[in-house]
């Protein structure tokens, strides 16, 4: 297949906005079937681009998202001219997701997967007490939270930042482990940890203090632990404009007020 002959595939979030400019650009290309095309072109917000990371998990198929949301980090800047050009020399990323294997107090296994963090939560007025080991390693024997999670570089400027986690670069090979609101110890501001580790959070006291664990969107509560590693055998791939990729919005980001 030839550079000009690229096959692509329109999908769109169900905002007014997005709908509308989907109407428009299905007036100026031809476009093909999910299953058939060489690039999806997806209209949407971040929260839609992560369904479609999680939608297309095993097409091999890169996507180049245009924002009509509100951030849009993840997603070009909408201009529908020049659509092919700007595709063929758009810049690859590549993500790999967070694999969560989480354990409830009776014993029920979930394992969902996370392109942007691995949160825990905890679910009543008292405060999770957790225990955290990074590779079988007992680091923090209890750390006193609302909550902790673990970002990817991608999701670091999401939650991750929100909670005064660290921004990481794309090409870093690192994760955040990140606090929510730590009481105990007061100082601790969480970790870097290399891609390859696997880190397990264990809850004290979990039936007197609930936790709940969410990868990206998929949500279990009452959890006892949870083990979460990078999955390096998944890979999903975003096309940026050359001139706004997301190492260049990453390390913007880093110099915001």
């Not at 169900?14 to 031809?30: F, G, H, M, Q, V």
């Not at 990371?53 to 993840?74: A, D, K, R, S």
């Not at 595709?87 to 993500?95: D, G, H, L, Q």
């Not at 014993?107 to 969902?112: D, L, R």
Request: net charge negative; hydrophobic share 45%; with cysteine.
């Amino acid at each position: 297949m030839s550079r000009t002959d690229i096959k692509l595939a329109l999908v769109n979030g169900d905002s007014e906005a997005a709908t509308r400019s989907a109407e428009k650009i299905r007036t100026l290309y031809n476009f093909v079937p999910v299953d058939q095309a060489d690039v999806i072109v997806a209209l949407g917000g971040d929260g839609f681009m992560l369904h479609l990371l999680h939608e297309f998990l095993n097409l091999e198929i890169p996507i180049f998202g245009m924002n009509l949301g509100t951030v849009g980090f993840l997603l070009n800047e909408f201009k529908p001219d020049d659509l092919i050009n700007r595709i063929k020399n758009a810049i690859p990323v590549k993500m790999h997701p967070l694999n969560m294997v989480a354990v409830t107090v009776d014993n029920k296994i979930t394992e969902a997967l996370a392109f942007n963090e691995v949160s825990l939560l905890r679910e009543t007025r008292q405060t999770a007490k957790i225990k955290i080991y990074v590779d079988n390693k007992l680091r923090l024997e209890e750390l006193a939270c609302d909550g902790v999670l673990i970002s990817t570089p991608a999701g670091s400027t999401a939650y991750n930042l929100s909670a005064h986690g660290p921004i990481i670069p794309m090409n870093a090979n690192i994760l955040a482990l990140t606090p929510i609101s730590a009481f105990r110890p007061r100082r601790w501001r969480g970790a870097l940890m290399p891609q390859d580790v696997e880190i397990k959070l264990e809850i004290c006291h979990p039936q007197k203090r609930p936790v709940s664990a969410v990868a990206d969107t998929i949500e279990v509560r009452n959890v006892m632990y949870v083990t979460v590693r990078q999955d390096q055998t998944i890979t999903k791939t975003l096309l940026f404009d050359k001139d706004h990729t997301l190492e260049e919005r990453i390390l913007t980001e880093q110099f915001i007020g």
